[in-house]
């Protein structure tokens, strides 16, 4: 099965800060790559996705994501913070066996400093 | 606008107690999952359905059934309650035929005493 990597549960930024949260995963065929975010209290709602075409992928609020193959990597950028940014943030990778699941990576929990 | 709507935002039941949440989405999407959420945990799969009538388990099936009767509504079902099983519960749903990408209900969270 894929999985997903997320290094450091929590991570704070300064506002006005870049925002940078790093995702590998493990995949034995071209996947289909998700950044969710999840708000207090509420459930997950996609930033962004890439599934082919250009690797650099522009998703909500500013957020942007490269899918590096030679890295496996899709890592989460936001040029500068803001106080709205505070929030979970969930990498996911399609599961390879053709049954439309999701192995999704444990979250980054994002504090903004003012 | 797809929409995914859990039955409960918060729920308090007793331990050995029956337990439905329940799950629709209203955009004919044909897969539908259930997730738990704990802290440091991330999302965990517990069951999902590709079809009426239709359910595979997930990773972590154990004290949990499902129902989909009709292809919008998809039900979780703990037979009888446990602490452990004090959780935020997530559904999702996706359009299935390789389209990965899985659209989420507001969740509920349950605590079983």
């Known amino acids: 099965a894929q999985s997903v990597t997320q290094l450091g549960s929590h991570v704070s930024v300064s506002e006005g800060a870049l925002v940078l949260l790093r995702c590998n995963y493990s995949s034995s065929v071209p996947p289909y790559l998700f950044w969710y975010v999840q708000y207090p209290n509420q459930g997950l709602q996609l930033l962004l996705k890439y599934t082919t075409g250009a690797t650099l992928v522009k998703g909500i609020n500013g957020f942007e994501a490269e899918f590096k193959k030679s890295e496996t990597s899709f890592h989460l950028t936001k040029p500068s913070a803001h106080m709205s940014d505070a929030a979970e943030y969930f990498c996911a990778v399609s599961e390879w066996y053709g049954n439309n699941r999701l192995a999704f990576g444990k979250g980054n929990q994002v504090v903004v400093i003012p | 606008d797809v929409k995914v709507t859990q039955s409960s935002r918060y729920l308090v039941k007793r331990t050995g107690e029956k337990v439905f949440l329940e799950c629709v989405q209203d955009?004919?999407?044909?897969?539908m999952f259930w997730y738990r959420q704990d802290p440091g945990l991330g999302l965990r799969l517990i069951y999902f359905s590709y079809d009426v009538k239709m359910k595979e388990k997930g990773d972590i099936p154990e004290g949990y059934s499902v129902s989909r009767e009709k292809k919008e509504r998809f039900s979780l079902i703990l037979e009888s309650a446990s602490t452990n099983q004090t959780s935020m519960y997530l559904c999702a749903s996706s359009r299935g035929q390789g389209d990965y990408e899985q659209y989420f209900g507001p969740g509920t969270r349950l605590t079983v005493t």
């Open positions: 955009m004919d999407h044909e897969n």
